[in-house]
């Protein structure tokens, strides 16, 4: 348990694809094939709303450790301990929307993301230019191996990243779309009817 709670791990270092990395991808990817497998029992208000709380509940321990750790190890700084990271912010935000189960996903909503993701992006750029850190490697790119290795130098992989940001949520927002249209079909349809 002590090693578990170490300030660092010598000799160890982020990996892209690596053995660890590997196995963690795969344990998403059965998550995501599992819940497509079970998609018509999820159509049900409250088996998706008992998952909801599940995936809420496994975000929340994830950062009430991380957390917890940044505090008992002393390491929590303005470098590093801030939900700055739009990863760290991406999970609280949906703890709250799988907690509170009142989200629904409209083109709306998917506007609002992204002007949100600007306006972040601009934020977090500018305090970091006044503390002198990096969060969300607005700065310079990880010191560890990433897709970013790939991109253009500073500053010219930002924009890249940004817009591939809004096609991630693009393509992620495109289900509820579909399904959005299909509902909107049959309604028409059984409207005719009457």
Same mark, same amino acid.
């Given at each position: 348990?002590?090693?578990?709670?170490?300030?660092?791990?010598?000799?160890?270092?982020?990996?892209?694809?690596?053995?660890?990395?590997?196995?963690?991808?795969?344990?998403?990817?059965?998550?995501?094939?599992?819940? @497509? =497998?079970?998609?018509? *029992?999820?159509?049900?208000? #409250?088996?998706?709303?008992?998952?909801?709380?599940? /995936?809420?509940? &496994? %975000?929340?321990?994830?950062?009430?450790?991380?957390?917890?750790? @940044? =505090?008992?190890?002393? *390491?929590?700084?303005?470098? #590093?301990?801030?939900?700055?990271?739009?990863?760290? /912010?991406?999970? &609280? %935000?949906?703890?709250?929307?799988?907690?509170?189960?009142?989200?629904?996903?409209?083109?709306?909503?998917?506007?609002?993301?992204?002007?949100?993701?600007?306006?972040?992006?601009?934020?977090?750029?500018?305090?970091?230019?006044?503390?002198?850190?990096?969060?969300?490697?607005?700065?310079?790119?990880?010191?560890?191996?990433?897709?970013?290795?790939?991109?253009?130098?500073?500053?010219?992989?930002?924009?890249?990243?940004?817009?591939?940001?809004?096609?991630?949520?693009?393509?992620?927002?495109?289900?509820?779309?579909?399904?959005?249209?299909?509902?909107?079909?049959?309604?028409?349809?059984?409207?005719?009817?009457?």
């Amino acid at each position: 348990m002590h090693s578990f709670w170490k300030v660092a791990c010598e000799g160890t270092e982020f990996n892209l694809y690596s053995k660890s990395h590997l196995f963690a991808l795969i344990i998403i990817l059965e998550i995501i094939i599992f819940l @497509y =497998i079970n998609k018509a *029992n999820l159509k049900n208000p #409250e088996a998706r709303k008992k998952i909801g709380w599940v /995936i809420g509940m &496994i %975000l929340f321990l994830q950062q009430f450790f991380l957390y917890f750790w @940044y =505090i008992d190890s002393g *390491n929590f700084t303005l470098k #590093e301990g801030l939900p700055l990271y739009i990863c760290r /912010i991406v999970a &609280i %935000l949906c703890i709250f929307m799988m907690l509170s189960y009142n989200y629904k996903s409209t083109l709306k909503s998917l506007r609002k993301v992204i002007k949100w993701l600007l306006i972040y992006t601009v934020a977090v750029g500018m305090f970091n230019y006044v503390v002198g850190e990096n969060y969300s490697y607005l700065r310079e790119k990880p010191l560890t191996s990433t897709l970013l290795d790939y991109l253009p130098l500073y500053p010219y992989y930002i924009p890249i990243v940004i817009m591939a940001f809004v096609l991630i949520f693009m393509a992620l927002y495109l289900p509820f779309y579909i399904q959005e249209k299909k509902e909107n079909t049959i309604m028409i349809k059984n409207l005719g009817k009457n």
